[in-house]
Every structure is written in C-alpha cells, then in structure tokens.
C-alpha cells in the first residue's frame, strides 16, 4: 500500500495506510447512490464503485476512511 502522507485531523499525528476488510466481499466498497429498500446483490451492478481505504492515526489511533477515485 501506497505510503501515506496525511496527518490526523485531531492530534496531527502520521496516518498509516490500511483497510477494513468486509468479510463477504474481500474489502470495503462504496457505491454511489441510495441503498436498495430489500438487500440483493444486483442492486450493485450499473453503480458507480470505489474501493475504501481506511487510514489509523499512529499517535491517537483516530481512523478516516476514504473512497478517492
């Protein structure tokens, strides 16, 4: 994983890269839009998809997620 160089927004601390990993899917995944009102897995298909990254501050242990393009 790509070396971080954001600081936390709480203490200023360094940011290490990781992620949370969604154990159905292998990672985190963010999709545009509202979710579906009944779970399916096809409410995924045609939706625009970001994998998220989750950043952990090593002072303060703060974590941030994003889903950059």
């Known amino acids: 994983m790509a070396e ?6 709480r203490c200023q601390g360094a940011m ?3 992620f949370i990993p969604n154990p159905t899917r292998g990672q985190q995944v963010w999709f545009e ?3 579906p009102k009944t ?3 096809s409410f995924m298909f045609g939706r625009k998809a970001h994998v998220v990254a989750t ?12 889903a950059a393009e």
């Open 33 to 35: 839009g509202e979710p």
């Open 55 to 66: 950043h952990r501050c090593s002072v303060c242990g703060y974590l941030e997620s994003y």
């Open 4 to 9: 971080s160089k954001l600081s936390c927004l």
């Open 39 to 41: 779970y399916r897995a």
């Open 16 to 18: 290490n890269a990781g």
